[in-house]
Nanobody, 122 residues
Framework: QLQLVESGGGLVQPGGSLRLSCTASGFTLDNYHIGWFRQAPEKEREGVSCISRKAGTNYADSVKGRFTISRDTAKKTVYLQMNSLKPEDTAVYYC????????????????WGQGTQVTVSS
């Protein structure tokens, strides 16, 4: 019943931009934190950014100043705007949800989407 679907991935040149979307269904988005995670081949999954139920945000140091997370509650969609992309940003990007209060954190999420591929290459 609860489902998260990512979209917006693709191929982009270094320095370019991309916007990812995560659309939720089967639950009330206002009661959950939404996080973006990524995983490159042969590397562990890492937290990228998250947004709380009160719209507070958190970012990994590696993406601060380049990525922006936002939410459209009516559309049940969370976005990740990625600017100044680098080759090291190449990964499968996943969105995730957890029912939580307070500031969002980049670990311990319960529900996951299938992922969308982001490739940064010239």
């Amino acid at each position: 019943q609860l489902q998260l679907v990512e979209s917006g991935g693709g191929l982009v040149q270094p320095g370019g931009s991309l916007r990812l979307s995560c659309t939720a269904s089967g639950f009330t988005l206002d009661n959950y934190h939404i996080g973006w995670f990524r995983q490159a081949p042969e590397k562990e999954r890492e937290g990228v950014s998250c947004i709380s139920r009160k719209a507070g945000t958190n970012y990994a140091d590696s993406v601060k100043g380049r990525f922006t997370i936002s939410r459209d509650t009516a559309k049940k969609t969370v976005y990740l705007q990625m600017n100044s992309l680098k080759p090291e940003d190449t990964a499968v990007y996943y969105c995730a949800a957890v029912r939580r209060l307070g500031d969002c954190i980049l670990y311990t999420y319960d529900y996951w989407g299938q992922g969308t591929q982001v490739t940064v290459s010239s």
